[in-house]
Each structure stands twice: as structure tokens, then as C-alpha cells.
């Protein structure tokens, strides 16, 4: 949204399209009709549920967030693991009324992971990184692409370059692996543009 109203140059995004189960591109296809962009991969990630240690719900697939004994914590409007839990509840036939705890709202991966390690909820959704810090097991469901996109205009062509070689140097790829749980085998590939 920011790129489409002309307030920023670049921006990231991680967003599920629930109609394709692809990320990104039908977002960026659909806001950006008549701007000229590029879009390049900074990597992918695992991401899940969150559910206490040993799993008491049994808690496994989408589903089960509809079980009355399942209590989740949300991320906030707008958020990738929101737009993610939102389009899964839509294809799953579940109404976000019929999920408990839809409404409680943490702005985080952290703050979730935080909150099921304390009881307060179930499950909640987010990276796998967090969930080793956070001392909740972890359950995978989806590989998260996440990806940068940048206007394509004559000003931009410096940071246009400066980003992609950023990307594509060794040394990124070497501090992303460093960090653990990120996939970089795709790391400053061109996903999309449009001149």
C-alpha cells in the first residue's frame, strides 16, 4: 500500500494469496497495476503453530482452530502471519467468530510465542525462530516466501542496483545462514517486474 501511494521506494512483504497458495506476487500484481516494479527474494522460512510444550490439545492442521477447547492468539490487522491465518480460516470453511481468542491481538512473533508459553493461549502462529527462543514446540505448516519490492523508476535504478547486489553477495547469504532457520537458496532472485 505504502508504494501504491507513493510514500516509500521499497518495501517487504510476506503476505499468503488464499486463491493461488502463493505469496506475494497476486498482492503485488493487483496494487501495483500500471506502476513499474521489481520484485526480488531475501529468503524463506518456516512458519507454524506455536503450541505448549508436549502438545497438549493435539493440536496439527488448520482445523483445529475451530475446536471448542482451542484458544488462539492473534498478530494484528495486516501482519503476514495474520493475512496467513485469515486466508487459511477461509479456506478451511471456519468463521473467525467460531475461532477462540480471534480477537486477542499481539503485534509480534515474540509477544505469541510469549503468550502460549504462558498459558494464556493454545496456539498462535509465527516463525520457527522464535518458537527455538521461546520455549514452545513447534508445528510447521507453510514455507513463508519473503521478498522486497522496489518502484522501478529512474531514481530508484541506484538503489535498485545497490539492493540486488546486497542480496546477492555471499556475505548476506553467510549472516541470514548464520542466524538460522532461513532457506537462502532463492536469495536475490527476481520474482516479478514490470517496466
Same mark, same amino acid.
Do not use: C
Given at each position: ?71 488462539? !492468539?492473534? #498478530?494484528?490487522? @495486516?501482519?503476514?502471519a495474520?493475512? /496467513?491465518?485469515? *486466508? =487459511?480460516?477461509?479456506?478451511?470453511? &471456519? ?7 480471534y ?26 525462530? !522464535?518458537? #527455538?527462543?521461546? @520455549?514452545?514446540?513447534?508445528?510447521? /505448516?507453510?514455507? *513463508? =516466501?519473503?521478498?522486497?519490492?522496489? &518502484? ?7 538503489l ?5 547486489n546486497?542480496?546477492r ?19 536475490? #532472485? ?6
Amino acid at each position: 500500500m505504502a508504494l501504491y501511494k507513493g510514500q516509500g521506494d521499497i518495501v517487504s512483504v510476506h503476505l499468503f494469496d488464499g486463491e493461488t497458495g502463493e505469496y506475494n506476487r497476486p498482492y503485488v500484481e493487483k496494487l501495483l497495476t500500471g506502476h513499474a516494479y521489481i520484485m526480488v527474494n531475501v529468503m524463506r522460512r518456516l512458519i507454524g503453530f506455536y503450541v505448549q510444550r508436549g502438545n497438549p490439545r493435539g493440536i496439527q492442521t488448520w482445523s483445529d482452530l475451530g475446536r471448542n477447547d482451542v484458544t488462539i !492468539v492473534n #498478530r494484528e490487522k @495486516g501482519a503476514g502471519a495474520r493475512v /496467513l491465518l485469515d *486466508e =487459511q480460516l477461509r479456506r478451511h470453511g &471456519l468463521s473467525p467468530s467460531a475461532v477462540h481468542g480471534y480477537e486477542r491481538e499481539e503485534t509480534s512473533h515474540v509477544s505469541v510465542a510469549s503468550a502460549v508459553a504462558a498459558g494464556l493461549a493454545d496456539v498462535g502462529i509465527g516463525t520457527e525462530k !522464535v518458537a #527455538r527462543m521461546g @520455549g514452545v514446540e513447534f508445528i510447521p /505448516l507453510v514455507n *513463508e =516466501q519473503y521478498d522486497v519490492v522496489m &518502484l522501478r523508476t529512474a531514481e530508484n535504478e541506484p538503489l535498485i542496483a545497490a539492493v540486488l547486489n546486497v542480496l546477492r553477495s555471499d556475505s548476506f547469504r553467510t549472516e541470514l545462514e548464520a542466524l538460522g532457520g532461513y532457506d537462502v537458496s532463492q536469495t536475490g #532472485r527476481i520474482i516479478a517486474e514490470r517496466s
